[in-house]
């Protein structure tokens, strides 16, 4: 087992050293038994007496993905076509956390993210109002991936590309995860011009 196995070998020895900086003590090839109101049991048997238990598991598609009689993944995620059509169901379209869609032609997906979600809701609404308008859709992409992990008081880390190269750290990855916490992902001002143009695939900004 390995700490933050997803962010891959160049990250990891960062994230690695943010803790040690940070003085969080790690376990790692040991999963929790059971959870109770003054701490948790370890598998091996041993318990960490604590009050406050932050859990980041994973993630599931949301319980209404179950109710649609189509194909889904081991997330639970609705597998779409490129217009995010439900295949065989007429009118239905799933997206965000709740579709499993590749984003480029070398075989990624994307991801349950908001990077992901806010621009496969843009196709999604595009392409169910299309829908009903009958005329053809425009297939979701999404070639750029970034990712950017806070490490807390360690600052940041952002990486580029599925391969996640390290770009930036500490208090410059910092800056800019605030950036895309205030500015990017935040929702459009609450009126009409401002929300069209959010919601419009072509000019979905891809980070
Ligand atoms: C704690 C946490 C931290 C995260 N941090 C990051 C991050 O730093 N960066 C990042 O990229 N992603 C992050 N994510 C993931 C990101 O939030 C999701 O990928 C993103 O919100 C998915 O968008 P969505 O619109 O598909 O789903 P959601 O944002 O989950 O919206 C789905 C909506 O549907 C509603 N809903 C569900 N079922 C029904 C129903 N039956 N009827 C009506 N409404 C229903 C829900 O109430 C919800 O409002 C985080 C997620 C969590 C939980």
Known sequence: AAIAPDMGAAARPHIEQALRELQVETELDVGVAALDEAGVVLSDGRRIDTLTVIWAAGMRAAPLTATIPAERDDLGRLIVDRNLRVPGIAGVFATGDAAKVPCD?????????CQHATRMGAFAGHNAAADLLGVPGQPYHQET??????????GAIFTRGWDREVELLGAAAKELKREINTV????PRAERTAALASADPQRVTDL
Do not use: F, K, Q, R
């Open 105 to 113: 032609e070398l075989g990624n997906h994307a991801l349950m993210s």
């Open 145 to 154: 991936y970034v990712t950017c992990l806070d490490l807390g008081e360690a």
């Open 184 to 187: 990017w992902i935040y929702p």
